[in-house]
């Protein structure tokens, strides 16, 4: 482990803790105070800083802006029943981090970078972790390419950062989703494993195409039938067939969701069946029509578990049935937040605690 020394730490002479209102908070608009920012230069990661949030000067050759070598984490840090602070599984983060980077042709972030830069910066903004129920403090690792060239390879430089902003409990409005069967999140063989910016910008417009008509999410399906569910939005999705967690199984163009992984371990704790297998439209269909889907939702850090009311196919809409007071969903859901505020024992050891 790298001594605290490690980082070059600079606090704020100005925090601005004060703009924030635990009762109205925006997602990705109010930073905390610091942010970690590191340097890839001569083939090695340089020291670490930890300095007040603030702009970054670029080339306007960066190699991210025109080529897209940029990848990104989500993860959440919670107050915990005792006052504390606590990141959930931030171990998994950092691994689906270097995941991504190797995709992309990037270095990998070494462990003492990414977890003690998390401690180090959440020490320092303990304050902004938000205690009402369901809130959390939003950790948003990412790296981008920074060479300022405009040759098609490779950056040889990179940036890494972690910037993170106080989130209010997820607004569980039942989801209109659709199936999306002419766009293509993701092909086998490409980087729909990745949490690269690129998967995000080409999602947009299909995702707002689906908006436009009453949608909030899309189904996105395989990329050579447009038959198999692969996830929605940023989302992996789940239901509940005949009384078995059914979802998708990973693959190159699936991301592997660290809540999808929780979920599936409690359901398993819980002795629920679970196949992670291929699921079709039509059988999504007929088990709606037939009344074997009991549950469809969609699981992600941003809002944990998130119930689908309305599937949206070829121009028609079913229905689901409302969610049953101990339906699967909300169990898990209550029961992923127990964990994470400390209200409930951790048996899987998910919860690492910030030593302030
Ligand atoms: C981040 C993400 C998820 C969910 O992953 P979590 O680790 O649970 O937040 C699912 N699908 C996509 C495309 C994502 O980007």
Redesign the pocket.
Known sequence: MLATSAFDIQPTTASRLAELDPNNMVFGQLFADHMLAAEYVDGAWQSARIVPYGPLQISPATSALHYGQAIFE??KAYRQADGSVALFRPD??WQ?FNVSAARMAMPEVPEELFMQGLQELLKLDAAWVPGVPGSSLYLRPFMFATDGFLGVRPSATYHFGIITCPVAAFFNQPLRVRFEQQYV?AAPGGA?YA?NAG??GAAMLPTKLAQDQGYHQLFWTDASEHQYIE?S????VMFVLNGVLTTPALSTS????????SVLQLARDWGVPVEERRVSSREIIEAVQNGTLTEAFG????ATVAPIATIGHEGHDYSLPALAPDAFARRVGAALDAIRTGQAPDPHGWMVAVNG
């Open positions: 989500g993860g998994a983060n689906r999140r729909g949490k998967n995000y996830e939005g940023a989302m992996n699936i991301l592997d969701g660290i809540t999808r992984r699981v992600g850090t941003a």
